[in-house]
């Protein structure tokens, strides 16, 4: 009896240790962190963000933070929702405090990575996306007022202009 309990045991480890996957690669280190962003880089980013929406007939909010968070510099076009203001800030410091866009913790979250809506400190929601001048990041910004797709679309659109100019 011991004999086939024990053959049942190897048998049963044997196959869960073919169907176990290789475990996964250490995500790739985030930039460090750099001087805040100036306010000139930052009211520019905004601006380019707001003329990227009003050619798409988006209302934007747009907030520029600081690595740590804290507001640089922030604007909203003309009859955009106010909620949008407490959300495109909250985008940028999630995105400067964690060194990552917002769509990556959301597709955490959509993997079933649950655990990140416990942290009162993160929005996972798109539209948030780190500055990084000189390969480091300076800040981060933060847009709410489209869907969330159209946000981040609007932050990308303005962070291109960076290596552009």
Sequence with gaps: MKALILALALASAATGGAA??????????????????????????????????????????????????????????????????????????????????TAALEERVVAGRLVILANEDTLPFPGGRPIVIDGRIVGAIGVSGATSAQDDEAALAALATLAGD
């Design 20 to 101: 176990q996957t290789a475990p996964a690669l250490p995500p790739a280190a985030a930039p460090s962190y750099g001087p805040p962003v100036s306010l000139e880089v930052a009211q520019d980013l905004i601006d380019r963000t707001m003329a990227h929406g009003a050619a798409n007939g988006w209302r934007l909010a747009v907030a520029v933070v600081e690595p740590s968070g804290a507001l640089v510099a922030f604007g909203r076009m003309d009859d955009t929702q106010y909620g949008s203001i407490h959300v495109a800030q909250r985008k940028a410091e999630t995105s400067a405090r964690y060194r990552l866009a």
